[in-house]
């Protein structure tokens, strides 16, 4: 099971938020500094979040989130502000592994087809941020219906996988809710990463019983809660 290192990064700084709250961040310092550290320490894959884009500011953060991509070279999943076609081609040509798209392809689930169809499915990934049950779009302040339902028709648009959020419990360092993680594994033939209160081993452990093919870490892995090279060793 991949273990992806969350990269946040809000005003040119590396983040984590609490419940996607911008009035409630923690910073860690230089985003590069940040993705180095977590490569030293083993990690073959990052996950980048530009959160200037998902508030609105699309180019935010552009030139930091290249230098990401040349100074590391790893697999990068990219999301946060692909708001259209012609953005998630040009970070894909730019050369991002595969690009998250969230509120984009619940608004316009052909755009999932058209990029599966021009790059393959493999670098495409569909966001479904879920709270109780329901995906959640523009800053997870509106509702889009039953995640499960969401995840058939992404995986019938042509996406190559999932990244599952679950917003009741991201950023609370909690725990996870398994249940709703083994729902949509259950639901889908697409490989599911799962994001949303990972916090120790046994999150990891129960997460690759569901069968996910990934997991990201986030402020757990920040404040120490989890250890990356814990997260590597017991997900092999």
């Not at 969350?6 to 040119?12: F, K, M, R, S, W």
Request: hydrophobic share 40%; glycine share 14%; charged share 25%.
């Amino acid at each position: 099971m991949r273990v992806f290192p969350a990269v946040d990064i809000l005003g040119g700084r590396c983040v984590q938020l609490v419940q996607g709250k911008r009035d409630c961040r923690t910073e860690y310092g230089a985003p590069l500094e940040c993705a180095l550290r977590w490569t030293d320490e083993g990690a073959e894959a990052l996950h980048i979040i530009n959160l200037d884009g998902a508030f609105g500011n699309a180019g935010g953060n552009a030139g930091l989130i290249r230098e990401l991509v040349r100074e590391t070279g790893v697999y990068i999943q990219l999301g946060g502000g692909i708001r259209s076609v012609e953005d998630a081609s040009s970070w894909l040509e730019t050369g991002v592994s595969r690009v998250i798209l969230g509120t984009l392809a619940i608004e316009h689930p052909e755009a999932v087809k058209e990029l599966s169809d021009l790059f393959g499915k493999e670098r495409v990934v569909a966001g479904v941020d879920a709270r109780g049950g329901n995906v959640v779009v523009k800053g997870w302040e509106e509702s889009a219906g039953d995640y499960i339902g969401w995840a058939k028709r992404f995986e019938e648009a042509g996406a190559g996988a999932l990244l599952f959020t679950n917003v009741d419990v991201e950023g609370l360092q909690n725990g996870i809710d398994p249940k709703p993680v083994e729902k949509l594994v259950n639901a889908t033939s697409l490989p599911v990463i799962v994001a949303g209160g990972i916090s120790s081993s046994e999150d990891v452990v129960n997460i690759k019983k569901i069968g996910a093919d990934g997991i990201v870490l986030g402020s757990a892995l920040y404040s120490g809660r989890i250890s990356l090279r814990e997260a590597l060793e017991v997900s092999g």
